[in-house]
């Protein structure tokens, strides 16, 4: 049963925002009087399964980072974790320290994941070592060569788009990133499949998307509003 694991939950704030277009990490932005950040922790915080929190940041932020938290009324443990140079690397740095049965990996700029959805994917794991969230492409999907030629087709209903939250078994996940630290990846499926895992994929919502660009404001200050 989920009840007898411990889960804690990673939050993921040591990108570079170099998309985002304004020099600066795009999880501080005010939407709404609250920064992005602030609305994923908030989340993690209020969720029944989560008994901690981790939240991975690059140094040079540990300041304003610490205050945010500060100002927020957090009711479980939150501890900061210096990330490395890859996203690969934060999430192992984070997995290292966590000491719980399973760990849910979430990406800070993605502020307006709903509760249904963080316990849909926990609740997953009473079968599976490794669950995502994610959400149908409304679009068909080319698979090229390197050359741009067009080699495949992707079957639109079987294509999908991921998102986080992700859970995994925190002590396979460690095992495997530390198996297969050479391998580039995108995500952690990534690494339980390498690994020979299932991975189990739950159907989301569009409004659970990431902020990557300064236009992606308008649009996540819309959803924020209506979850």
């Known amino acids: 049963m989920i009840s007898n694991k411990t889960v804690t939950g990673i939050i993921l704030v040591a990108g570079n925002s170099t998309r985002f277009g304004r020099?600066?990490?795009?999880?501080?932005?005010l939407i709404n009087g609250k920064t992005i950040l602030s609305y994923s922790i908030n989340a993690f915080d209020k969720n029944l399964y989560i008994d901690s929190i981790i939240v991975v940041i690059k140094q040079d932020d540990r300041q304003i980072i610490e205050k945010i938290i500060n100002e927020e009324e957090i009711n479980k443990k939150i501890d900061i974790v210096i990330g490395g140079s890859s996203r690969q690397e934060s999430v192992y740095n984070a997995i290292k320290v966590a000491a719980s049965d399973i760990v849910i990996i979430h990406d800070a700029a993605r502020p307006a994941i709903k509760q249904e959805y963080i316990n849909k994917c926990i609740k997953e794991m009473i079968e599976f070592k490794g669950v995502t969230i994610g959400v149908k492409s409304k679009d068909t999907i080319k698979i090229t060569d390197d050359n741009g030629i067009i080699i495949n087709t992707t079957k639109r209903?079987?294509?999908?788009?991921?998102?986080?939250?992700q859970c995994f078994n925190r002590k396979?996940?460690?095992?495997?990133h530390e198996k297969y630290k050479e391998m580039e990846v995108t995500d952690d499926c990534m690494i339980l499949e390498k690994g020979g895992y299932k991975v189990k994929i739950i159907e989301g919502d569009y409004t659970n998307i990431k902020v990557t660009t300064y236009d992606d404001i308008n649009i996540i200050k819309e959803f924020l509003n209506i979850i």
């Open 172 to 176: 396979i996940l460690l095992d495997l």
């Open 23 to 29: 020099n600066r990490n795009k999880n501080f932005e």
């Open 157 to 165: 209903s079987n294509t999908w788009i991921v998102q986080t939250p």
